[in-house]
T-cell receptor, first 114, second 113 residues
């Protein structure tokens, strides 16, 4: 089946530093999404990307949909303690019918030291 | 607006006991519904998904089952829990037309003792 390779698995950074994480796939996706999961909560959608080459920002977050449609990255600028959590990438293929299953990466665990 | 409710938030159950976790969605019709399990706070494993009432697809063989008795209700069940069923269970929904990702519930922390 389809797999997403998300890296790094974990990051330990100092408050104020910038963060970058990415996902790659051997398959093409029509949509790339980035989620954040706070401890003990469900993942929450941060950014959705719908077009190859698209670059989208949401506050201190910036994400890009790779030109080949097989990769995406997420950058966080000037990290703060509340950025702590697990970040998941997800790819979606419009495979027809009424089911559009997401393929998730294994997550990047981010720790921010104040 | 659409909302998703999942309960209970935490559950401690003895081995061999039954399980029923419930998820309901409001503000949309004919959603796609999903059950995920997350072990040790890491990867998301898709357990079941449903595209309509009574339509359940299982992704992995396991001790659990799912049912969708109503359009916006999704239930995860087990007749006899195993220790290995412990984990964080997440329900999610998506538009039937797709393309907008999933919205997750707040999760249920299940501990089987």
């Amino acid at each position: 089946g389809q797999q997403l390779n998300q890296s790094p698995q974990s990051m330990f950074i100092q408050e104020g530093e910038d963060v970058s994480m990415n996902c790659t796939s051997s398959s093409i996706f029509n949509t790339w999404l980035w989620y954040k999961q706070d401890p003990g909560e469900g993942p929450v959608l941060l950014i959705a990307l719908y077009k190859a080459g698209e670059l989208t920002s949401n506050g201190r977050l910036t994400a890009q949909f790779g030109i080949t449609r097989k990769d995406s990255f997420l950058n966080i600028s000037a990290s703060i303690p509340s950025d702590v959590g697990i970040y998941f990438c997800a790819g979606q293929r419009n495979s027809g019918g009424s089911n559009y299953k997401l393929t998730f990466g294994k997550g990047t665990l981010l720790t921010v030291n104040p | 607006s659409q909302t998703i409710h999942q309960w209970p938030a935490t559950l401690v159950q003895p081995v061999g006991s039954p399980l029923s976790l419930e998820c309901t969605v409001e503000g949309t019709s004919n959603p796609n519904l999903y059950w995920y399990r997350q072990a040790a706070g890491r990867g998301l494993q898709l357990l079941f998904y449903s595209v309509g009432i009574g339509q359940i697809s299982s992704e992995v063989p396991q001790n659990l089952s799912a049912s969708r008795p109503q359009d916006r209700q999704f239930i995860l069940s087990s007749k006899k829990l195993l220790l290995s069923d412990s984990g964080f269970y997440l329900c999610a929904w998506s538009h039937p037309g797709g393309g907008y990702g999933y919205t997750f519930g707040s999760g249920t922390r299940l501990t089987v003792v």
